[in-house]
């Protein structure tokens, strides 16, 4: 139904028989717009069939179904007529809340009595409904709880439970003791005075029925009415539900021993000074805004929001019962929409303002998460100056140590406590202090000494050219060079840390140089890796390292730099170009540089590319290639394949040319014992080479070990024969 005008709903119900007890004729009357489906599903389900006796009273309903839209109406018996006659108004969601903002326009309704039949006019669609005159609500309180016995503990227990009913979908069963013709103006007004108590968020879901003849569960009945002897706490009905028997002065469901509700209280004064909760219940909408309705439907929430509320005519008594409560609260408020809840953030900065600081070491740790939250959403400067005067308050406690830690997960705030410590000098020096103790103790992890420094740095620009600061740093980075295995790769750590951080340069520049000296006095050429090398390259050759590069070229730690620059250039730069070492580093390095070369390229299989190993072959003297300490070094350290490769390759370079590479080739495949040429697979594959020079140097390879195995047998050859004779024999004895 989306006509935003109200629509209407008429039932009669004829009866048959003396007690208006026998089936008799039925008969509706709708607004032409009023949905079918509607009817059947939300409207027929309220028709009264109990009020059967002369003097059952008339029953008000007041109910929201699932589909958003309030209805407001009346069963009553017409004893002329033997008929009981309903009469339902239906205001449309878009409008329903002229009604719940101004509750006297739904208990002020004026329904009609009865209808003709016999017209054929159909029902109007209204754009109001039509109200009766009535007094004031308030006025009739004094008779009201008189004549019901209800006192302000009962008038809270009922509100309690109206709320809670609202949040649980229970029900609150009520039976009067009072004559039956009183019934339905009692229990309307006490309706209407429970409801104009209730929040808006209970108001849009509540709904109520002033006259039941059996207690029963209603869909979206909050509170029901019924008639006296009729709660028989044994039904099944009332389990888990809030009964309250007039008649027997008994009430269940309903435990508050104990507790104490701001809310109620409020609601209980508001109501002795006739005065109206809607200011109250405005501030607790917007402050409730995005949070979920069961939310929104807790006491908790309404006892605290009411402390919260009281606040601004400075009233502390409920937050000083419930500070930690009040604060959370107010987080969870601004958790939600809270660009749109200004006056829940000046109500928390006054707070703080007030407080000055936390000392309640019972509760510090979560209110003070409590205000680091609301600082990170909100930005609240209040935050800011609390949190430094905490800190100070415990500075020599071990909570203080907590709440650092706690502030490390909040950047800006961390951020901008330490900036209002340094701003104030001398006074939370010693804080400072202390905290740096912890933040870079020696007996951090390696991680977290880092984690700390780093957010250190980023929270204040202090530290980036503090002496003391940057001694300590360097200090820590230093010890754990010197301690590590592999220093380079420590330092690497280091230096990826801090640009992966974005430190501020300049702190890396007052670190590093230091860092990287100390590794050059721990280079030992022995034990120097191929991944020490490219991390060289990284720390001392990239763009962003050489500022400072004239500070390692001195003593001996400037002969280790030169030693591992021209190992970087052979392992990691293109030397296609490069025809011997000392190109790369000074001649009194050399046999160290090609020592270290060949280490590496032993331990990492990198014999390729040759252009790179032939340049640790080379002599002191000059260019002039070791061909039989290189052919000597494959044939120990690398494969039949590789050695096969450099052949390939080494012949074409030098075999046409150079006389020592024919030698020491010659050498190799003749008498090395691990010559390729023992292989017949690798024979063939060098019998394959097309060039007709290495073919003949291969006959001759061929010839010389022929001639070997001559010389051999004639030296040797009785004993070799007898030694045949002798296993032969063996063999036929066996």
């Known amino acids: 139904m989306s006509n935003s005008l109200i629509q209407q709903y008429m039932y009669k119900k004829v009866k048959k028989g003396l007690l208006l007890e026998g089936e008799g004729s039925d008969a509706a009357f709708g607004t032409p717009n009023l949905d079918e489906q509607f009817i059947q599903t939300n409207l027929q389900p309220l028709l009264s069939d109990e009020l059967k006796k002369e003097d059952d009273p008339p029953s008000f309903h007041l109910l929201q179904p699932e589909t958003g839209e309030l209805v407001i109406g009346q069963a009553q018996l017409l004893l002329s007529e033997r008929s009981v006659f309903t009469h339902q108004y239906i205001i449309p969601t878009e409008r329903k809340e002229e009604w719940l903002r101004s509750p006297e326009k739904i208990f002020q309704t004026q329904f009609v009595s009865n209808y003709d039949e016999g017209r054929e006019i159909a029902l109007e669609e209204l754009s109001d409904i039509p109200r009766e005159k009535a007094e004031n609500i308030f006025r009739k309180k004094q008779e009201l709880f008189y004549s019901l016995k209800i006192d302000e503990s009962i008038f809270k227990k009922l509100l309690y439970a109206c709320l809670a009913a609202a949040e649980s979908a229970k029900t609150v069963y009520i039976s009067l003791d009072i004559p039956l013709t009183e019934q339905n103006r009692h229990a309307v007004a006490l309706l209407e005075l429970l409801y104009i108590h ?22 979206n009945v909050h509170l029901m009415f019924v008639e006296q002897g009729s709660i028989r706490l044994r039904n099944h009905v009332f389990e888990n539900q809030f009964v309250f028997d007039f008649t027997t002065k008994r009430i269940s469901g309903v435990d508050m021993e104990g507790q104490k509700h701001e809310y109620l209280d409020f609601a209980y004064d508001a109501l002795q000074t006739a005065s109206k909760m809607d200011d109250f219940f405005l501030f607790a909408e917007r402050a409730l805004k995005g949070l979920k309705l069961n939310d929104q439907l807790n006491i908790s929430y309404y006892d605290r929001l009411c402390a919260i509320y009281l606040l601004d005519v400075m009233d502390y008594d409920g937050y000083e019962r419930d500070k930690l409560g009040i604060l959370q609260l107010l987080l969870a408020l601004l958790q939600k929409n809270h660009k749109e809840k200004s ?82 000098k001398g006074s939370y020096q010693e804080v400072i202090s202390l905290h ?51 220093p380079f790769a420590i330092a690497e750590k280091f230096f990826d840390f801090l640009w992966q951080n974005s430190i501020h340069p300049a702190f890396v520049r007052a670190v590093m140089p230091d860092i990287k000296l100390e590794l050059l006095k721990l280079a030992q050429l022995e034990r120097l890796q191929l991944e020490d090398v490219r991390i060289f390259g990284e720390l001392f050759l990239s763009a962003h390292a050489m500022e400072d590069s004239a500070l390692y070229k001195k003593g001996v730690e400037g002969e280790i730099f030169g030693l591992l620059h021209a190992l970087h250039a052979a392992f990691f730069e293109k030397i296609d170009h490069v025809e011997s070492l000392t190109e ?48 000597a070094f494959l044939a120990i350290y690398s494969s039949e394949t590789q050695m096969l490769e450099y052949i390939m390759w080494s012949y074409k370079k030098y075999g046409m040319q150079d006389g020592n590479y024919v030698r020491a080739l010659k050498g190799y495949l003749v008498g090395d014992r691990n010559s390729i040429w023992k292989n017949k697979d690798y024979q063939r594959k060098l019998k394959a080479i097309r060039s007709q020079s290495f073919k003949k140097l291969l006959k001759e390879v061929k010839r010389k070990r022929s001639g070997k195995f001559s010389l051999l047998f004639g030296k040797y050859g009785f004993f070799f024969v007898l030694l045949v004779l002798l296993a032969a024999g063996g063999f036929l004895f066996i």
């Open 198 to 219: 209730l929040p808006y968020a209970a108001r849009e879901v509540f709904g109520a029925v002033s006259f039941q003849k059996a207690a029963a569960k209603q869909k």
């Open 343 to 424: 006056e829940i953030i000046e109500i928390a900065g006054k707070i703080l303002q007030r407080e000055k600081l936390q000392k309640d070491g019972m509760i510090t740790k979560e209110y003070m998460k409590a205000v680091f939250d609301i600082h990170q959403i909100t930005g609240l400067v209040e935050a800011v100056e609390f949190t430094v005067r905490t800190l100070a308050y415990y500075h020599e406690e071990p909570l203080c140590k907590e709440l650092w830690s706690m502030l490390d997960k909040y950047p800006r705030l961390y951020k901008h406590v330490l900036t209002f410590m340094d701003d104030i």
């Open 436 to 486: 740096l103790d912890d933040k870079l103790s020696q007996r951090q992890s390696l991680e977290a000494y880092l984690s700390n420094m780093a957010n250190l740095l980023h929270a204040h620009v202090f530290f980036i050219d503090d002496k003391e600061f940057v001694k300590r740093v360097k200090k820590r980075l230093l010890i754990e060079v010197k301690i590590s295995s592999r």
């Open 584 to 631: 790369l580093v000074d001649s009194y390095l050399l046999e160290d540089t090609k020592q270290a070369g060949k280490n590496m390229i032993k331990e990492g299989g990198l014999f390729q590319p040759f252009e790179r190993l032939v340049l640790f072959f080379q002599s002191s003297e000059g260019r002039r290639i070791e061909h039989d300490k290189l052919f």
